[in-house]
């Protein structure tokens, strides 16, 4: 007597469309670089050296890279200072924000998220996928949500074939 048995993947034929975070990763090594090694005995920073610095510094060494500009000294340092900086660095870095690397992260993933169709998910029921191998900031999947809202059907977290309700457009 032969038995015949059909598997059905229930989450294949659910109609589910995952999404996962992780695939856009924004590749690029991570660094910071702290303003406190400008600063004169750690306190204050001195337009004349620092304009020496801005000249002479190996700029070239952040080619291909994303710098998060952060000061850790408890000092005063000027808006003008992080702009040099920035103007320097920047054609060389991938990018360069001001912050520390939770904030270089979420701007890394915000741009990244910015060049998806949202339209390709229009009326679709959306999973945005939770654990990984790659840390994604929680910015990310807020960036995520608020891009997905207006236009899918409904957006969940975690596995296809476990989820957390997120939004469920009411029709």
């Known amino acids: 007597m032969e038995i015949q048995e059909n598997f059905v993947n229930k989450v294949a034929a659910s109609g589910l469309v995952t999404l996962n975070l992780e695939e856009y990763y924004p590749a ?13 005995h750690g306190l204050m920073l001195r337009e004349k050296d ?18 998060a500009v952060i ?23 991938n990018e360069v924000v001001f912050g520390n690397l939770e904030v270089l992260e979420a701007v890394l993933f915000t741009k990244a998220l910015s060049k998806i169709d949202i339209n390709a998910y229009a009326n679709e029921r959306v999973v945005i996928k939770g654990c990984g191998d790659i840390a ?36």
């Open 136 to 171: 994604v900031p929680t910015a990310a999947y807020v960036e995520l949500t608020n891009l997905l809202t207006p236009v899918v059907k409904s957006i969940m977290y975690g596995e296809p074939c476990s989820t957390v309700p997120v939004f469920k457009r009411k029709d």
């Open 71 to 93: 000061c850790s000294a408890d000092a005063i340092v000027p808006t003008w200072a992080y702009m040099l900086l920035s103007n320097r660095m920047k054609p060389h870095a």
């Open 28 to 40: 690029g090594e991570r660094l910071v670089y702290d303003i406190k090694e400008n600063l004169f």
């Open 50 to 67: 620092f304009r020496e610095f801005i000249k002479t510094h190996d700029w070239a060494q952040y080619a291909g890279k994303n710098v």
